[in-house]
Protein backbone atom coordinates (compact mmCIF):
# COMPACT_ATOMS: atom_id res chain seq x y z
CA UNK A 1 0.00 0.00 0.00
CA UNK A 2 1.49 3.68 -0.66
CA UNK A 3 2.22 5.22 2.74
CA UNK A 4 1.13 8.54 3.55
CA UNK A 5 3.81 11.40 2.61
CA UNK A 6 2.89 13.07 5.53
CA UNK A 7 3.70 16.74 6.06
CA UNK A 8 6.62 18.59 3.87
CA UNK A 9 9.95 18.20 5.03
CA UNK A 10 11.07 21.25 3.54
CA UNK A 11 10.55 24.67 5.09
CA UNK A 12 8.01 26.76 3.48
CA UNK A 13 9.39 30.50 1.26
CA UNK A 14 9.08 33.69 3.39
CA UNK A 15 7.79 36.01 0.52
CA UNK A 16 7.16 40.03 1.30
CA UNK A 17 4.29 40.58 -0.76
CA UNK A 18 5.64 44.70 -0.87
CA UNK A 19 7.70 47.24 -2.57
CA UNK A 20 7.84 49.42 0.35
CA UNK A 21 11.93 49.62 1.76
CA UNK A 22 10.68 50.43 4.75
CA UNK A 23 8.93 47.04 4.98
CA UNK A 24 11.94 44.82 3.77
CA UNK A 25 14.64 46.75 6.17
CA UNK A 26 12.42 45.64 9.19
CA UNK A 27 12.46 41.99 8.32
CA UNK A 28 16.27 42.43 7.30
CA UNK A 29 16.70 43.52 10.55
CA UNK A 30 15.87 40.44 11.92
CA UNK A 31 18.08 38.65 9.40
CA UNK A 32 14.92 36.95 7.90
CA UNK A 33 15.68 34.72 4.77
CA UNK A 34 12.68 36.17 2.32
CA UNK A 35 12.11 37.52 -1.02
CA UNK A 36 10.15 40.74 -2.49
CA UNK A 37 7.02 40.16 -4.92
CA UNK A 38 5.20 43.28 -4.87
CA UNK A 39 1.21 42.63 -5.67
CA UNK A 40 -0.65 44.71 -8.23
CA UNK A 41 -3.60 45.94 -6.07
CA UNK A 42 -6.76 48.20 -6.46
CA UNK A 43 -6.07 50.20 -3.40
CA UNK A 44 -9.47 52.20 -4.09
CA UNK A 45 -11.68 52.00 -0.55
CA UNK A 46 -15.12 50.46 -0.87
CA UNK A 47 -18.23 52.87 -0.12
CA UNK A 48 -18.54 53.46 3.63
CA UNK A 49 -15.30 51.48 4.14
CA UNK A 50 -13.89 51.74 7.45
CA UNK A 51 -9.68 53.21 7.31
CA UNK A 52 -9.43 49.59 9.65
CA UNK A 53 -11.87 47.62 7.35
CA UNK A 54 -9.80 48.83 4.18
CA UNK A 55 -6.28 47.98 5.45
CA UNK A 56 -7.55 44.53 6.26
CA UNK A 57 -9.04 43.72 3.31
CA UNK A 58 -5.83 45.13 1.17
CA UNK A 59 -3.62 42.93 3.12
CA UNK A 60 -5.59 39.94 2.83
CA UNK A 61 -6.01 40.73 -1.25
CA UNK A 62 -2.12 41.31 -1.67
CA UNK A 63 -1.47 37.99 0.21
CA UNK A 64 -3.44 35.47 -1.30
CA UNK A 65 -2.88 36.99 -4.71
CA UNK A 66 0.93 36.48 -4.66
CA UNK A 67 1.07 33.01 -2.60
CA UNK A 68 2.66 29.81 -4.71
CA UNK A 69 2.57 26.02 -3.65
CA UNK A 70 5.63 25.76 -0.63
CA UNK A 71 5.40 29.43 0.22
CA UNK A 72 4.02 31.82 2.97
CA UNK A 73 3.80 35.37 2.11
CA UNK A 74 3.37 38.62 4.46
CA UNK A 75 1.54 41.31 3.08
CA UNK A 76 0.20 44.93 4.92
CA UNK A 77 -1.62 47.93 3.79
CA UNK A 78 -0.72 51.67 5.81
CA UNK A 79 -3.17 54.52 6.08
CA UNK A 80 -2.65 57.42 7.69
CA UNK A 81 -6.35 59.09 8.98
CA UNK A 82 -7.44 62.36 10.16
CA UNK A 83 -10.70 63.90 10.57
CA UNK A 84 -12.24 61.01 9.66
CA UNK A 85 -10.43 61.17 6.15
CA UNK A 86 -7.93 58.59 4.65
CA UNK A 87 -4.34 60.10 3.70
CA UNK A 88 -2.61 57.59 1.21
CA UNK A 89 0.33 58.52 -0.94
CA UNK A 90 0.36 61.86 -2.27
CA UNK A 91 -0.10 61.80 -6.04
CA UNK A 92 2.41 65.04 -6.22
CA UNK A 93 4.20 67.63 -3.80
CA UNK A 94 1.08 69.67 -3.78
CA UNK A 95 -0.97 67.42 -2.39
CA UNK A 96 2.11 66.16 -0.22
CA UNK A 97 2.29 69.88 1.07
CA UNK A 98 -1.52 70.42 1.19
CA UNK A 99 -1.30 66.80 3.48
CA UNK A 100 1.54 67.75 5.74
CA UNK A 101 -0.28 71.19 6.43
CA UNK A 102 -3.30 69.12 7.60
CA UNK A 103 -1.19 67.10 9.98
CA UNK A 104 0.80 70.04 12.16
CA UNK A 105 0.02 70.77 15.11
CA UNK A 106 -2.39 67.99 15.38
CA UNK A 107 -3.01 64.23 16.06
CA UNK A 108 -3.84 61.04 13.30
CA UNK A 109 -4.22 57.96 13.27
CA UNK A 110 -2.34 55.13 11.64
CA UNK A 111 -3.63 51.99 10.39
CA UNK A 112 -1.72 49.10 9.62
CA UNK A 113 -3.55 45.46 8.43
CA UNK A 114 -1.46 42.78 8.08
CA UNK A 115 -2.24 39.32 6.93
CA UNK A 116 -0.06 36.07 6.26
CA UNK A 117 -1.05 33.59 3.72
CA UNK A 118 0.15 29.84 4.23
CA UNK A 119 0.32 28.17 0.67
CA UNK A 120 2.76 25.63 2.13
CA UNK A 121 2.11 22.22 0.48
CA UNK A 122 -0.13 20.09 2.99
CA UNK A 123 -0.98 22.66 5.40
CA UNK A 124 -4.29 23.23 3.55
CA UNK A 125 -7.77 22.45 5.43
CA UNK A 126 -10.85 24.19 7.03
CA UNK A 127 -9.40 27.07 6.75
CA UNK A 128 -8.35 27.21 3.24
CA UNK A 129 -9.37 30.38 0.78
CA UNK A 130 -11.27 29.30 -2.58
CA UNK A 131 -10.14 32.11 -4.78
CA UNK A 132 -5.97 31.29 -3.96
CA UNK A 133 -4.05 29.15 -6.91
CA UNK A 134 -3.21 27.07 -4.08
CA UNK A 135 -4.59 26.03 -0.62
CA UNK A 136 -4.04 28.51 1.80
CA UNK A 137 -4.80 29.08 5.39
CA UNK A 138 -4.62 32.98 6.44
CA UNK A 139 -3.83 34.78 9.43
CA UNK A 140 -4.48 39.11 10.07
CA UNK A 141 -4.50 41.84 12.08
CA UNK A 142 -4.87 45.29 11.97
CA UNK A 143 -2.91 47.75 14.41
CA UNK A 144 -3.94 51.48 15.04
CA UNK A 145 -1.14 54.07 16.37
CA UNK A 146 -2.14 57.84 17.61
CA UNK A 147 0.70 60.10 16.46
CA UNK A 148 0.88 63.90 17.35
CA UNK A 149 2.70 66.45 14.69
CA UNK A 150 4.08 69.22 15.73
CA UNK A 151 3.34 72.80 14.31
CA UNK A 152 5.16 72.69 10.78
CA UNK A 153 5.73 76.05 9.22
CA UNK A 154 5.07 76.15 5.59
CA UNK A 155 8.85 76.91 4.76
CA UNK A 156 9.54 73.49 6.63
CA UNK A 157 6.61 71.76 5.01
CA UNK A 158 8.18 73.09 1.70
CA UNK A 159 11.98 71.80 2.50
CA UNK A 160 10.62 68.76 3.39
CA UNK A 161 8.99 67.95 0.21
CA UNK A 162 11.35 69.15 -2.01
CA UNK A 163 13.49 66.71 -0.06
CA UNK A 164 11.42 63.92 -1.87
CA UNK A 165 10.79 61.76 1.12
CA UNK A 166 6.93 61.96 1.36
CA UNK A 167 5.93 60.85 -2.02
CA UNK A 168 5.65 57.30 -1.41
CA UNK A 169 3.96 57.36 1.78
CA UNK A 170 0.95 57.51 3.56
CA UNK A 171 0.53 60.88 4.85
CA UNK A 172 2.74 62.22 2.93
CA UNK A 173 5.86 61.46 6.04
CA UNK A 174 7.83 59.21 7.57
CA UNK A 175 8.62 58.25 11.27
CA UNK A 176 11.93 56.09 10.15
CA UNK A 177 13.46 59.39 8.42
CA UNK A 178 13.33 63.02 8.76
CA UNK A 179 10.01 63.05 9.55
CA UNK A 180 10.79 61.71 12.65
CA UNK A 181 11.93 65.19 13.53
CA UNK A 182 8.08 66.86 13.32
CA UNK A 183 6.83 63.84 15.31
CA UNK A 184 5.81 65.26 18.68
CA UNK A 185 4.84 61.63 20.37
CA UNK A 186 2.72 58.64 19.29
CA UNK A 187 0.66 56.95 21.53
CA UNK A 188 1.29 52.93 20.22
CA UNK A 189 3.54 50.48 18.11
CA UNK A 190 6.14 53.03 16.61
CA UNK A 191 6.81 49.57 13.59
CA UNK A 192 3.25 50.56 12.85
CA UNK A 193 3.66 54.03 11.93
CA UNK A 194 6.96 52.64 9.92
CA UNK A 195 4.26 50.53 7.72
CA UNK A 196 4.40 46.91 9.21
CA UNK A 197 3.77 46.17 13.26
CA UNK A 198 6.14 43.66 14.34
CA UNK A 199 4.25 42.38 17.15
CA UNK A 200 1.28 41.92 14.67
CA UNK A 201 3.86 40.10 12.40
CA UNK A 202 4.53 37.59 15.07
CA UNK A 203 1.09 37.32 16.20
CA UNK A 204 0.05 35.87 12.41
CA UNK A 205 2.83 33.59 12.44
CA UNK A 206 1.92 32.12 15.49
CA UNK A 207 -1.22 31.35 14.63
CA UNK A 208 -0.62 29.60 11.49
CA UNK A 209 2.20 27.41 13.48
CA UNK A 210 5.21 29.35 12.96
CA UNK A 211 8.39 30.69 14.85
CA UNK A 212 9.28 34.21 12.74
CA UNK A 213 12.80 33.18 13.91
CA UNK A 214 12.73 30.24 12.08
CA UNK A 215 12.77 32.18 9.25
CA UNK A 216 16.00 33.49 9.91
CA UNK A 217 19.21 33.06 7.55
CA UNK A 218 20.92 32.12 10.64
CA UNK A 219 18.22 30.51 12.98
CA UNK A 220 21.12 28.93 15.28
CA UNK A 221 22.63 32.85 15.55
CA UNK A 222 22.51 34.64 18.58
CA UNK A 223 19.06 36.25 19.48
Given amino acids: ?35 IRPP ?22 KAQARVGAGEIVLAADTVVVIDNEILGKPADATEARSMLARLSGRDHEVYTGVALAD ?11 SGSRVPTRLASRVERTQVRIREMSAAEIAAYVAGGEPMDKAGAYA ?25 AVEACFRELGFELASFRRNPSGPG
Avoid at 42 to 55: F, G, H, I, R
Avoid at 119 to 129: C, L, M, T
Avoid at 175 to 192: K, P, R, S
Wanted: proline share 12%; glycine share 10%; no cysteine.
Fill in 1 to 35: MPQNPGPPSLHPRLVLASASPRRSALLADLDLDFT
Fill in 40 to 61: QTDETPLPYESPADLVARLARE
Fill in 119 to 129: GSSGRGGSGAS
Fill in 175 to 199: IQGWGALFVEAIAGNYTNVVGLPMP
